[in-house]
């Protein structure tokens, strides 16, 4: 089993951000990353509202991060990220299982962020990753000259749409309601660019053989349904909390996110969490400003950890938790 002082499950902007601040502090971190490094910030489109970054990709911002994080030092902070999906986390022992290793660390920061909200319809699950995406993003290379059907009503739908244009002439979007919740500027460029729209419908079942065939939509107005070609279908209709890892391990929960005090820490001591999970607003910069939080009081935990095992330490020696060292020695 390795050791390590921090392990931090999630590559997003939480986890990233958590990390810097632990590995500058000088513990040992390791951010283990089950997907694409970047999270939902990585297929995230123009991003305009990060302090700092100019308007421009999600993905570059990202890649900033990762090269801040990874980078030795003075370039970076020289953290060790590893491209690995955790399978379980032991609260107690402190002990993070991935499908290819076992680590135990003083403190383990869940920043898991949130996954892509299934619909639920028949066929769904069978062919995802067979016709079905849930990012446009990471699979327009393979829309060119396809059919597709993309499914909700914001303006990530809108762009996934949009994005799917620029290699394909078939695009039909689909939304329950009568008008779509993306801003108007977004339902504009739709029309622009022929991209036809169907109110009112909702898709009810998937099928095909080892890949995608046809999509069974209905008109929930009218009843009426009807069965359309298709060869991708993406799924747009929000995103939920990826707490499985959390509940499994027997953190508070708070409604449908995990339960965390002023200090970031969950109601395993030692065990923090920061960004999407914690029902934090879903933005770039509070799950960023989250795990910087939660990399600060994790640093803290493992300071007064060695304080209270009366370990000498260079924040000590340094003044830093000077006055916890010396009522501890009293
Ligand atoms: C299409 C899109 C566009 C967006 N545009 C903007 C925007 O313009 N501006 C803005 O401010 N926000 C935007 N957002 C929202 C923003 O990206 C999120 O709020 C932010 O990324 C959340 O950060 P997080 O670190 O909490 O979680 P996430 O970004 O979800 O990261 C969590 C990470 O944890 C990993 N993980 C989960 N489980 C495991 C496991 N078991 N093992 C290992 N790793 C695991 C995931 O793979 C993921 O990489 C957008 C989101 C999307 C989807």
Redesign the pocket.
């Known amino acids: 089993m390795e050791e390590r002082d921090v392990v931090i499950?999630?590559?997003?902007?939480?986890?990233l951000s958590a990390s810097v601040f632990t590995q500058l502090d000088g513990w040992s971190t390791l951010v283990?990353?089950?997907?694409?490094?970047?999270?939902?910030?990585a297929?995230?489109?123009?991003?305009?509202?990060?302090p700092g970054f100019l308007p421009g990709d999600?993905s570059i911002l990202m890649d900033n991060m990762e090269k801040q994080v990874t980078s030795t030092p003075p370039s970076g902070v020289g953290a060790e990220l590893r491209r690995?999906?955790?399978?379980s986390l032991k609260a107690e022992d402190k002990v993070v299982t991935?499908e290819e290793n076992e680590y135990r660390a003083q403190t383990i920061i869940l920043?898991?962020?949130?996954?892509?909200q299934k619909l639920g319809v028949l066929g769904e699950e069978r062919f995802a990753g067979k016709g079905v995406s849930y990012y446009a993003?990471r699979d327009v290379d393979q829309f060119s000259g396809k059919r597709v059907l993309v499914v909700g009503g914001g303006n990530?739908t809108a762009?996934s749409a949009l994005l799917a244009k620029t290699v394909t002439s078939q695009v039909t979007l689909i939304h329950r309601r009568e008008s779509l919740r993306a801003y108007s500027i977004m339902t504009k460029s739709l029309q622009k660019e022929g991209i036809e729209i169907w109110y009112n419908t909702e898709l009810k079942e998937i099928r095909g053989g080892d890949w995608v065939q046809t999509a069974v939509v209905v008109n929930n107005k009218t009843g009426a349904e009807k069965e359309i070609g298709v060869d991708w279908i993406v799924i747009c209709v929000g995103?939920e909390p990826?707490t499985?890892?959390a509940r499994e391990a027997g953190l508070e929960m708070k409604g449908t996110v995990v339960k965390i005090n002023s200090q970031m820490m969950t109601s395993k001591p030692g065990i923090f969490a920061?960004?999407?999970?914690t029902g934090?607003?879903?933005?770039?910069?509070?799950?960023a400003s989250?795990?910087a939080c939660a990399g600060m009081y994790a640093s803290e935990y493992l300071a007064l950890e060695k304080v209270k095992r009366g370990e000498m330490f260079e924040g000590a020696k340094n003044g830093k938790y000077a006055d916890e060292y010396m009522a501890m020695l009293r």
Do not use: F
Not at 9 to 15: E, N, Q, R, S, T
Not at 84 to 87: A, L, M, Q, T
Not at 111 to 116: C, F
Not at 274 to 277: N, P, R, S, T
């Open positions: 499950i999630g590559a997003g902007p939480a986890g283990i990353e089950g997907n694409w490094v970047g999270g939902q910030g297929i995230a489109y123009t991003v305009s509202n990060y999600g690995e999906r955790v399978i991935t920043a898991t962020g949130s996954t892509m993003r990530t762009k995103t990826d499985r890892l920061c960004g999407e999970i934090c607003d879903r933005h770039l910069i509070s799950s989250q795990g």
